[in-house]
């Protein structure tokens, strides 16, 4: 074989081998960032539960606190001007 296609054929394999290689490392880093993912969704998935449950015993605890004490709503006194006493402008 001459020099000149000596050369070619190297350059051809290692272009070809350097290819593969550049492939295989991409394709493994794309795997491992879409675990990242996967791993990501599944905590903000736990974090959204543990919101849920503690919103649903919030819930709870105000509704068995209304049921023990009396709530009236002041907004409404405050608003329409039924309490007596010291206000702004007085």
């Known amino acids: 074989m001459s020099r ?3 050369l070619t054929l190297l350059g051809t394999s290692l272009f070809a081998a350097s290819t593969i290689v550049f492939v295989h ?3 493994k880093t ?3 960032a879409m675990h990242e993912g996967v791993v990501r969704d599944m905590e903000q998935q736990r974090i959204k539960r543990e919101r849920q449950l503690d ?3 919030q819930k709870a605890l105000e509704a068995e606190y209304k049921k023990e ?3 009236r709503n002041t907004t409404a006194e405050i608003a329409g001007g039924g309490g ?3 206000g702004p402008g007085t």
């Open 69 to 71: 004490q009396t709530v």
């Open 4 to 6: 000149a296609s000596q």
């Open 25 to 27: 490392f991409q394709q």
């Open 84 to 86: 007596k006493g010291a």
């Open 55 to 57: 919103f649903e015993m």
């Open 30 to 32: 794309e795997k491992a």
